[in-house]
C-alpha cells in the first residue's frame, strides 16, 4: 500500500476524520497556537479552511453519517459543539461531555461525560444535533469506571463505549 504524505507544515495535525463521501478530511492543527479545526479535499494541495478560530483546543472531529455536519469537543471552552461541514459559526450543543459520536441518522449524538478516571465516574448521554432532548443513557447493572468512546451503530440500534475501572484492563460494553 502506497502512502503519502498529506500535510506538510511543521507542527501538530493529528486526529483525522474523513468525510462520509471520502472527497475531504477533518483534522485539528495548532498552526494558531491552539487547537482549531481545518478542512480541506483529499488531493495534495487542495485549499484548508479553518472551520473553528475560537482558540477552544477543539478536539475529537467526527462527521456526521450525511456528511453535513461535524461534531467536536472544546477543551477550553467545555462541552460538545456542532459546526457545519460547509462552514459557519460553531454551535455548543451542550456545556459538558466529550467524545461525539453520530447517531445513523445524523439526528443525535452520544458522548461521554467529562469524568475522565475511577474516581469520577462519567456517564454516557444523547442529545439531538440542537442539543434539545439530552438523556443520560440508563444501565440495567451499575457501571464504575470512566466510560469513552462511545461509538453509534449505523442503524442507531447500539452504542458501543469502553470502560475503564482503574484496573490496567479495559472493557467494551454495549448498550
Known sequence: IAVTRFTT?????SLPAISPDDRSVVFVS??????ELYQTGLTTGAPEVALTNNGGRNTEPEWSPDGRWIAFHSERLG???VVAAAGGAPQQIVDF???PSWSGDSERIAFVSDGRSSAAPSTLWTARRDGTDRQAVKFSTTLVGSLGQPSW????RFIAFSLNDG???REIWLT
Request: glycine share 16%.
Open 9 to 13: 507544515r511543521q507542527g501538530y495535525d
Open 167 to 169: 484496573r490496567p484492563v
Open 153 to 156: 451503530s449505523h442503524n442507531s
Open 79 to 81: 462541552g460538545i459543539w
Open 97 to 99: 461531555g466529550s467524545d
Open 30 to 35: 495548532d498552526r494558531t497556537g491552539s487547537l
